[in-house]
């Protein structure tokens, strides 16, 4: 069965300024793909310069893990209160001091600065990977088909531009503190011009939601509606979905070049070509997936991505030589590659919950981060790398098996009827524009209230689904929104 998506309204383009967020929010997502690669590409230089040994710099990087998942577990109810534009740029602004703290540690020999650092650094991310997932959702509900996973496409071109940067400035000997500098200084000019124009305005409900002299009862709605996403039982499925994804890229990330080596006596070299492979093929399925997602629907795609995934990892880890482990591979990233970006999305329809439940499905992230090195590492040691990854495949299994909670459950901007004009873009009784129609709780019925009372006005909180008038009804410019594009 298709699935419900917006519709693609014959001969409909996008506003321009949606086009242009969409640019400038496709160069963020490839900027942040090029920090994280940048630092991590000079790991052996970081772990040379203080002297330590593997067990204490992997130490050092579960401590930004554990950051990481602290930041993200409060970074919804940020974004609920402040807004996305100004999480971004705070966000922005802690990765560019706490990059600097990165080369600085090396270049003074002290470890806890670097700790200081890799904190600061991880915490950035996790700040600002809940705004980027919030507003390529609200991107992709104004273009009307699917967009999302090029975002994240974008993330993996950026990681590759950013390990070749990073090898290079290894190569000609460039110093740590010289290296990360210069990133943490483009990077903060490019956040604060970019940032502006890839947040769009949000609709009506959500802005009166984030309004300054909100006061205690409103940022009380805020808050249960942040938290609520915690006793959501889909919300919790897609993060359990997101969060085997994730060990699936992050296992290939930190232990695919490594089986190479030792399991095929391969030089470090090939194993880097075939991470490339699992990093190409994981783009490729990013950049070609949306037009399957579109035709498909979520639902099948997601299943059909467990399978392939689970097909090419086992292959990788059974392959008897080293051209059919890079068939695997190949298999493993196409698998891969669709299943985060279709779990962001899936918690995001309601724009009004959309970033709490985006922080409870990066939180489910931020657990495998953590879990998964060690557990893997342990497991090496036992049965070598590439039976060690194996393991993974159980989550392959959760993944399929829950590939129906990512279906689309038709919900919009929850209990919020708002009579206003219509978008410049949408003439009444346009049937593109009509938006399902959610019948609220009493409970959000107060909440909304809370949220849009006096910012909003009027605010008609219905009594009975008949006062929900249809859009299109009413004869000239004004009618019903639901909140959203």
């Known amino acids: 069965m298709p699935a419900i998506r917006p519709a693609r309204a014959a001969g409909f383009v996008p506003a321009p300024e949606v086009l242009r967020a969409r640019r400038l929010l496709l160069g963020l997502y490839g900027l942040l793909g090029v920090t994280v690669a ?13 002297d ?45 001091a706490a990059n600097v703290l990165l080369g600085l540690g090396p270049t003074l020999g002290s470890v806890g600065v670097l700790v200081l650092g890799v904190a600061g650094m991880s915490a950035s991310f996790a700040l600002g990977n809940v705004p980027m997932n919030v507003e390529t ?5 104004r273009m009307r088909r699917t967009v999302v996973p090029q975002f994240h496409a974008a993330f993996s071109i950026g990681s590759v531009a950013g390990s070749g940067l990073g090898a290079l400035a290894a190569w000609a000997d460039v110093p740590l503190l010289v290296h990360f500098t210069a990133i943490s200084l483009l990077t903060l000019v490019w956040r604060f011009r970019a940032v502006p124009g890839a947040v769009l305005p949000v609709d009506v409900p959500v802005a009166a939601a984030r309004t300054d002299d909100a006061g205690p009862r409103r940022r009380g709605a805020r808050m249960r509606t942040s938290l609520g996403a915690w006793r959501e039982r889909r919300t919790l499925l897609v993060g359990v979905v997101v969060m085997t994804a994730a060990l699936s890229e992050g296992s290939a990330n930190s232990w695919l070049a490594i089986g190479v080596v030792d399991g095929f006596a391969q030089t470090e070299a090939v194993a880097a070509v075939c991470f490339g492979v699992f990093v190409a093929s994981m783009t490729a399925s990013r950049v070609l997936g949306t037009r399957l997602i579109d035709r498909f629907g979520p639902v099948p795609v997601l299943g059909t991505s467990g399978v392939v995934s689970l097909v090419g990892l086992l292959l990788f880890g059974l392959a008897p030589s080293l051209p059919l482990a890079v068939l695997g591979v190949v298999g493993w990233g196409l698998g891969a590659g669709l299943a985060v970006p279709i779990g962001m999305v899936a918690v995001s329809e309601d724009p ?23 557990l893997l590492g342990l497991a090496a040691e036992a049965m070598g790398v590439r039976h060690a990854l194996l393991l993974i495949g159980v989550g392959m299994v959760v993944m399929t098996l829950l590939a129906g909670q990512v279906r ?30 959610v019948v609220p709780s009493a ?21 009975t689904v008949g006062d929900l ?13 639901s909140g959203v594009a």
Do not use: K, M, N
Not at 41 to 46: A, I
Not at 420 to 432: K, L, R, S, Y
């Open 52 to 96: 330590l040994s593997t067990g204490a710099l992997g130490t050092v990087l579960l401590v930004g893990a554990v950051g990481s998942l602290l930041t993200v577990l409060v970074a919804g109810q940020l974004v609920e209160r402040f807004g996305s534009r100004r999480v971004l740029l705070a966000a922005a602004v802690l990765f560019s």
């Open 352 to 374: 009004l919950r959309a970033a709490g439940r985006v922080a409870v499905v990066s939180a489910f992230a931020s657990v495998s981060s953590i879990a998964a090195p060690p």
């Open 137 to 141: 959702a609200v991107i992709e509900r």
């Open 408 to 437: 689309p459950t038709g919900e919009r901007a929850s209990a919020v009827a708002v009579v206003g004009p219509a978008p410049d873009d949408a003439p009444a009784g346009d049937g593109a524009h009509t938006p399902a129609v």
């Open 443 to 463: 409970d959000e019925l107060l909440d909304v209230a809370e949220l849009t009372a006096p910012a909003v006005a009027p605010v008609a909180v219905p009594e």
């Open 469 to 481: 008038a249809p859009v299109g009804a009413e004869s000239g410019r004004s009618r019903v929104t």
């Open 38 to 50: 940048s630092w991590l590409s000079r790991l052996p230089s970081v772990r040379d310069a203080l």
